[in-house]
Protein backbone atom coordinates (compact mmCIF):
# COMPACT_ATOMS: atom_id res chain seq x y z
CA UNK A 1 0.00 0.00 0.00
CA UNK A 2 1.23 3.46 -0.75
CA UNK A 3 -0.50 7.14 -0.46
CA UNK A 4 0.60 9.71 -2.66
CA UNK A 5 -0.64 12.87 -1.93
CA UNK A 6 -0.52 15.57 -4.89
CA UNK A 7 -1.97 19.39 -4.93
CA UNK A 8 -0.21 21.49 -3.21
CA UNK A 9 1.64 24.70 -4.16
CA UNK A 10 2.17 28.30 -3.43
CA UNK A 11 -1.67 30.39 -3.33
CA UNK A 12 -2.48 33.73 -2.19
CA UNK A 13 -4.97 34.99 0.82
CA UNK A 14 -8.15 33.98 -0.01
CA UNK A 15 -7.67 31.25 -3.14
CA UNK A 16 -8.74 28.14 -3.21
CA UNK A 17 -7.14 24.50 -4.39
CA UNK A 18 -7.86 20.53 -4.25
CA UNK A 19 -5.67 18.13 -2.64
CA UNK A 20 -5.44 14.87 -3.87
CA UNK A 21 -4.28 11.24 -2.37
CA UNK A 22 -3.96 8.37 -4.06
CA UNK A 23 -3.96 4.92 -2.75
CA UNK A 24 -2.22 2.68 -4.63
CA UNK A 25 -2.64 -0.78 -5.77
CA UNK A 26 -5.25 -0.37 -2.35
CA UNK A 27 -8.55 1.00 -1.79
CA UNK A 28 -10.28 3.59 0.95
CA UNK A 29 -13.32 2.00 1.49
CA UNK A 30 -13.31 0.10 5.25
CA UNK A 31 -10.88 2.55 6.68
CA UNK A 32 -10.90 5.84 7.81
CA UNK A 33 -9.36 8.12 6.59
CA UNK A 34 -8.17 11.50 7.60
CA UNK A 35 -6.06 14.57 6.33
CA UNK A 36 -3.39 15.89 8.82
CA UNK A 37 -0.94 18.82 8.10
CA UNK A 38 1.86 20.02 10.25
CA UNK A 39 3.68 24.21 9.97
CA UNK A 40 7.19 23.87 11.06
CA UNK A 41 7.73 24.47 14.67
CA UNK A 42 4.14 22.89 15.21
CA UNK A 43 2.54 19.81 16.28
CA UNK A 44 0.68 17.61 13.23
CA UNK A 45 -2.66 18.59 13.20
CA UNK A 46 -5.57 16.56 12.56
CA UNK A 47 -7.67 18.85 10.38
CA UNK A 48 -10.58 16.27 8.77
CA UNK A 49 -11.33 12.95 9.26
CA UNK A 50 -14.00 10.28 7.93
CA UNK A 51 -14.93 7.40 9.23
CA UNK A 52 -14.95 3.91 7.41
CA UNK A 53 -18.99 4.06 7.30
CA UNK A 54 -18.35 7.12 5.35
CA UNK A 55 -21.39 8.63 6.56
CA UNK A 56 -19.87 11.80 7.84
CA UNK A 57 -17.01 13.89 8.32
CA UNK A 58 -15.68 15.31 11.08
CA UNK A 59 -13.59 19.24 10.73
CA UNK A 60 -11.39 20.66 13.26
CA UNK A 61 -12.82 24.11 14.65
CA UNK A 62 -9.52 25.65 12.81
CA UNK A 63 -11.02 24.89 8.91
CA UNK A 64 -14.99 23.81 9.31
CA UNK A 65 -16.76 25.57 6.91
CA UNK A 66 -13.26 26.05 4.60
CA UNK A 67 -12.08 22.62 3.75
CA UNK A 68 -14.38 19.86 2.63
CA UNK A 69 -13.12 16.19 2.52
CA UNK A 70 -14.75 14.69 -0.73
CA UNK A 71 -14.40 10.62 -1.50
CA UNK A 72 -14.22 10.09 -5.29
CA UNK A 73 -16.76 7.69 -6.00
CA UNK A 74 -15.30 4.12 -7.72
CA UNK A 75 -11.83 5.59 -7.35
CA UNK A 76 -9.00 5.19 -5.26
CA UNK A 77 -8.63 8.75 -4.66
CA UNK A 78 -9.94 11.66 -1.45
CA UNK A 79 -9.69 15.20 -1.91
CA UNK A 80 -9.07 17.90 0.39
CA UNK A 81 -10.57 21.03 -1.14
CA UNK A 82 -9.39 24.38 0.89
CA UNK A 83 -11.60 27.46 0.25
CA UNK A 84 -10.72 30.68 1.26
CA UNK A 85 -7.08 29.82 2.14
CA UNK A 86 -5.71 31.79 5.36
CA UNK A 87 -1.82 32.17 6.11
CA UNK A 88 -2.66 29.44 9.29
CA UNK A 89 -3.10 27.23 6.34
CA UNK A 90 0.51 26.90 5.51
CA UNK A 91 1.84 23.27 6.11
CA UNK A 92 2.45 20.13 4.88
CA UNK A 93 -0.68 18.03 4.36
CA UNK A 94 -0.75 14.21 4.35
CA UNK A 95 -3.30 11.88 4.27
CA UNK A 96 -3.22 8.53 6.48
CA UNK A 97 -5.87 5.37 6.58
CA UNK A 98 -6.39 3.78 9.81
CA UNK A 99 -8.09 0.27 10.88
CA UNK A 100 -12.08 1.45 11.29
CA UNK A 101 -13.33 2.45 14.40
CA UNK A 102 -17.21 1.85 13.25
CA UNK A 103 -19.20 5.00 13.36
CA UNK A 104 -16.29 6.75 14.34
CA UNK A 105 -12.91 8.25 13.32
CA UNK A 106 -10.23 9.55 14.82
CA UNK A 107 -8.21 13.17 14.35
CA UNK A 108 -4.85 11.53 16.15
CA UNK A 109 -2.41 10.67 14.26
CA UNK A 110 -1.56 7.22 16.59
CA UNK A 111 -4.55 5.98 15.27
CA UNK A 112 -3.68 6.08 11.84
CA UNK A 113 -0.52 3.03 10.16
CA UNK A 114 -0.51 3.98 6.75
CA UNK A 115 0.88 7.87 5.59
CA UNK A 116 2.00 9.20 2.48
CA UNK A 117 4.69 11.54 2.42
CA UNK A 118 2.87 15.06 2.17
CA UNK A 119 2.22 17.69 -0.04
CA UNK A 120 3.50 21.23 0.81
CA UNK A 121 0.68 23.93 0.99
CA UNK A 122 2.26 27.70 0.93
CA UNK A 123 -0.34 30.85 1.85
CA UNK A 124 1.04 33.68 0.92
CA UNK A 125 -0.04 37.40 1.89
Known amino acids: LRLVESGGRVVQVGESLRLLCSAWEYSFHNYQVAWFRQAPGREREGVVC????????EYAMSVKDRFNFVRIPDRPLVALELIGVKPEDTGLYYC???????????????????WGRGTQVTVSS
Open 96 to 114: AIGPPQGAHCSRRADDYDR
Open 50 to 57: SPSTEDFV
